[in-house]
Every structure is written in C-alpha cells, then in structure tokens.
C-alpha cells in the first residue's frame, strides 16, 4: 500500500493481485481501518467497504487484477478500481441483479451471485464504468460524506 | 455470546474479550456474495464456507461473530485475520440447520428483534 498526504486529499494505493484467490479483499479491509482512523462514520464505512469490496473481488475473479486508489477528498470518498482483463462485453446486461459469468469454481468460492455491480452502485452516490473489450475496465465510485 | 457457544457447544478460536458483547440476529449462508447483497444488520454469521473472504466478508459488514458449522476448521490465518478485525470465531459440530434451530429457538432471530442471547 502506498499512501500519498497532499494537502487537500488522501490517497491510498494498493496492486490487487490476481493470481491469489486468498488475498481477494486485503486492500478492501485495509481501506476499513484506515477510514476508521479518520473518524467516519458506520454508514460511510460500511458503503464504501461495500462498494470496494465487491468490485475489489470482481477484479480477482473476473480480470486477473489489477489496481485499487481510493481516495479522501473534502466531501467525498473516491474508490478507482482498474483492470487490465478482458472487460465488460454489455454493461446493462452486467449491471442487472443476478447476471453473472462466474463459474462453478468461483461459486464453491463464496461469490458469482450476480449482485456486485448492482450493490456498488447501489451503495455510491456515483458510479461510472469505462471498459473495452481485451483492453480493461476501470470503475470509478464516489460515497459523498 | 456465551449462550451462543454454549448452545451451539462450540469452540472458541479467538475473541474471547468480546464474548460478553450481546448480539440481536444472525444470518446463515455459504455464499458471501449474498451475505453482502441481503444482509442488513446481522451481527452472526453462520456458514459452512472456508476461506479469509468469510472473515473479510463479515468485516465488510461489521459482524461480530463468526460460526464455522460442521467442524469445519478455519487456517490460523483465518483466525489471525479475525484477531485483527476484533471478531470472535467458532467452531461447532453441529450442521447449519441444526446450529440456526437452536439460535433461532432461543429467541435469536433472522433480521434484529428486541430478544437477544
Ligand atoms: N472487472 C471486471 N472485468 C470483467 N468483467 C467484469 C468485471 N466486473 C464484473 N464483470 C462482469 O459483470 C458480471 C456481473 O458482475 P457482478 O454483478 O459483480 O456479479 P458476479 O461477480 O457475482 O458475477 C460478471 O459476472 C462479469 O461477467
Ligand atoms: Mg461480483
């Protein structure tokens, strides 16, 4: 993890490894602690633990990966997640509840309920998602405080 | 929590310094994604799942307690991921369905009620 203090932010940066199921979540519950350190609040932790967890665990299990920043502006929490891995082929479809590639592996996991993209969004005030195809997907959320 | 342990003649694995700690409802499930979709605010998690997203899962949701059913055993890491987040862990032979009758008869329901153990 890498933390940068610039005067008007905080940032965390973490590498979201995709080879190690096990690891799924560290930067998730890591980003929890730090957030409690600042003095927020239950609800704001708990949406963007949420939020970041979910799409923490869809990198690992869809995208081999990638990259987490979240960062603490002056009245919101920002949380980009970016993925080099095959990327979203049709975002409404992902986007609805139940929808989901996972396998059968991935469900003896614990995940591939089809409900992650829908509780991010629903537990953000924003939520965009850029993807293409064989390129990557970087989603970016924003939980106001 | 101590009824909890008792009634489910469970193993303590780590948090004993929050066993006196009270909880409201639990919930039961071995899929984390819909532990984090359905969830509202259970403070017991059981489930017959392991691996460190169970502990991580229930941080998530700020749980306080989670029950491995079937004696099932999580790794150390496991616990020593539990010890970090300040969540108490145990162990019970009982499987899910018969550990969830025992809570929910002793008055330990599904979504947070006035009774608690
Ligand atoms: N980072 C990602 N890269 C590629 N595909 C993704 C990514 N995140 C989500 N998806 C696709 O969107 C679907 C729905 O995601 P989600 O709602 O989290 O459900 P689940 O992860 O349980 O399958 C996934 O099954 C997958 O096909
Ligand atoms: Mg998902």
Do not use: W
Not at chain 1, 10 to 29: K, L, M, Q
């Amino acid at each position: 993890m890498r933390v940068t203090n610039m005067s008007e932010a905080i940032r965390f940066h973490f590498d979201v490894d995709g080879e190690n199921f096990s690891s799924a979540g560290e930067a998730s519950v890591m980003v929890k602690k730090k957030l409690r350190q600042l003095g927020f609040s239950p609800d704001v932790m708990r949406r963007v633990s949420i939020a970041m967890y979910e799409g923490e665990i869809n990198m690992v299990i869809h995208a081999h990966g990638g990259t987490a920043d979240v960062i603490v502006g002056e009245d919101a929490i920002e949380i980009i997640l970016a993925d080099k891995g095959p990327g979203i082929p049709d975002i409404n479809k992902a986007m609805q509840e139940g929808f989901s590639t996972a396998s059968d592996n991935i469900r003896a996991l614990g995940f591939g309920a089809g409900m992650g993209l829908p509780n991010m969004k629903k537990y953000t005030d924003y939520m965009q998602i850029d993807t293409e195809i064989g390129v990557g997907t970087t989603i970016t959320m924003r939980v106001n405080y | 929590m101590y009824e909890i342990q008792s009634l489910l003649h469970a193993e303590l694995l780590c948090g004993e310094e929050y066993l006196q700690n009270e909880v409201y409802s639990a919930c039961c499930s071995d899929m984390m994604s819909d532990v984090l979709a359905y969830v509202k605010d259970q403070g017991v998690l059981l489930t017959g799942l392991i691996n460190p997203q169970v502990i991580r899962t229930a941080s998530m949701m700020d749980m306080i307690c989670v029950v491995f059913v079937r004696d099932k055993a999580p790794t150390e890491e496991m616990v020593e991921l539990a010890r970090e987040c300040g969540i108490v862990v145990m162990c019970s032979p009982m499987r899910a369905y018969e550990a969830c009758g025992h809570l929910y008869y002793s008055g330990l329901r599904g979504n947070a009620g006035d009774k608690h153990v």
